[in-house]
C-alpha cells in the first residue's frame, strides 16, 4: 500500500527533513504540497518533484486523490487544519508541538477518531535504534528501578522578530514548546507518566517575545524524578540523554554520531550508532499502521501528554509553584 502525501506547510524543516524521506520512505509518495505564494508553491513542487502545487489549503486538501497530510506549519494553524484534513478522510502526520493547547489537542483527536482517520504526532527520537534499544532495556528491567532522567535538547537558534517562533500567539511559547516536546515525550516513553512539573523561563541574552531558555524539572508516577534544560542560546551540547537506575546507567552522546555508554551489573560497554533518517523511519511506520491498524509508536495521546506537561511547566514558572499535570 502506497500512501499519497501532502505537505501543507513546505517551509524549511519539510524542504530539508520531510519531503526528501517521504521519497526514500517504502509506502510513500509525494503528490502535493502546499506554499501561500503561488510562484513558490510550484517551484516548490518541480524542485522536490511533487505532482501537484497549491497556494489554497482548501484546495489542497479536496485533491482526491491524497491519502495523507503532512502539518508542518505554525503551531496555532494545527488544531483547524487537523480538524479539516479528518474531516475529509485524510490520515494525518502532525508536527510538534501538536497544539497551542491539551484542549485544542483533544479537540483534534476526537475529530480524528470520529471520522476513523490515523493520527501520528512527530516525536522523531522515538524512532532512533538507540531509544528503541534504550527502551528495551528498560522494560526489561536491566537498569532496576529508574531514579532518575535528563534530557538536555540545547542549540544555538537565533529568532528574528517576524518568524512565528518568536510570536507567542503563533508559536505559543519559545525553547519550552519548540524544543520541550521532544525531550518531555522522550522521558515519558522510557520513564513513565509525569505527575507534577516545576519550571524555569528566562530571556536573559536576546529581547525576544518568548523564553529563550528554561528548565523543566518532572515527577513522575513510579517515584522517579526527571530533567530537561532547553535553551536557543547554547553553542553546543554533546549530552543526549542521561538514565540513572538502581542497578545501571546509560548515556547517549553525539559524539561524531550517536554513542550508547552503559553501566549495567558493574560492566561498562560503548555502542555507535550509524546515521538514520528518522523522517524516513516515521513515514514507513505511519504507512505500516494505515496498512495494517497497528497502533502508532507516537500517537495523538502522547501529543496531548507533552502538551499538558507544556501547560503545567508555563504555570508554574509564571507563579512559582509546582503545578499538577492533570
Not at 519559545?174 to 522522550?186: A, I, N, Q, T, Y
Not at 528554561?214 to 553546543?236: E, P, W, Y
Not at 550508532?273 to 511506520?285: G, I, T
Request: glycine content about 8%.
Amino acid at each position: 500500500m502506497t500512501l499519497k502525501w501532502g505537505v501543507l506547510g513546505a517551509g524549511s524543516v519539510a524542504q530539508r527533513r520531510a519531503m526528501p524521506a517521504i521519497h526514500k520512505a517504502d509506502g510513500a509518495e509525494l503528490h502535493a504540497l502546499f506554499s501561500r505564494d503561488a510562484a513558490r508553491a510550484k517551484n516548490l513542487a518541480t524542485e522536490h518533484k511533487a505532482t501537484k502545487a497549491y497556494s489554497n489549503v482548501d484546495d489542497l486538501l479536496n485533491d482526491t486523490e491524497l491519502d495523507a497530510i503532512y502539518i508542518s506549519t505554525p503551531v496555532n494553524l494545527h488544531c483547524e487544519q487537523v480538524i479539516a484534513s479528518a474531516e475529509r478522510g485524510l490520515h494525518v502526520l502532525c508536527d510538534k508541538p501538536m497544539a497551542l493547547t491539551p484542549q485544542e489537542c483533544q479537540r483534534m483527536i476526537d475529530a480524528c477518531n470520529a471520522n476513523s482517520v490515523h493520527l501520528q504526532v512527530c516525536f522523531l527520537f522515538r524512532f532512533h535504534s538507540c531509544f528503541q534499544q534504550i527502551k528495551t532495556w528498560v522494560d526489561d528491567n536491566r537498569f532496576g528501578q529508574i531514579v532518575h532522567g535528563r534530557m538536555p535538547f540545547l542549540k544555538k537558534y537565533l529568532l528574528t522578530s517576524d518568524e512565528w517562533r518568536a510570536q507567542p500567539d503563533k508559536g505559543g511559547g519559545g525553547c519550552l514548546m519548540d524544543l520541550g516536546p521532544h525531550s518531555v515525550d522522550m522521558l515519558r516513553y522510557l520513564i513513565g507518566e509525569v505527575t507534577e512539573v516545576s519550571a524555569f523561563c528566562d530571556t536573559a541574552i536576546h529581547n525576544y517575545q518568548v523564553e529563550e531558555t528554561g528548565g523543566i524539572l518532572m515527577r513522575f508516577q513510579n517515584g522517579a524524578q526527571g530533567f530537561t534544560d532547553l535553551s536557543f542560546s547554547v553553542a553546543q551540547c554533546d549530552v543526549v540523554l542521561e538514565l540513572y537506575g538502581t542497578e545501571g546507567t546509560v548515556v547517549v552522546l553525539n559524539d561524531d554520531g550517536w554513542k550508547i555508554q552503559t553501566n549495567i551489573d558493574g560492566e561498562k560497554r560503548v555502542i555507535a550508532s550509524q546515521f538514520e533518517d528518522l523522517y524516513q523511519h516515521q513515514f514507513e511506520h505511519f504507512a505500516a499502521c494505515v496498512a495494517t491498524g497497528i497502533a502508532p509508536l507516537a500517537s495523538g495521546d502522547d501529543g496531548l501528554r507533552a502538551n499538558t506537561v507544556l501547560a503545567a511547566a508555563y504555570e508554574s514558572a509564571k507563579s512559582g509553584k509546582v503545578v499538577a499535570c492533570a
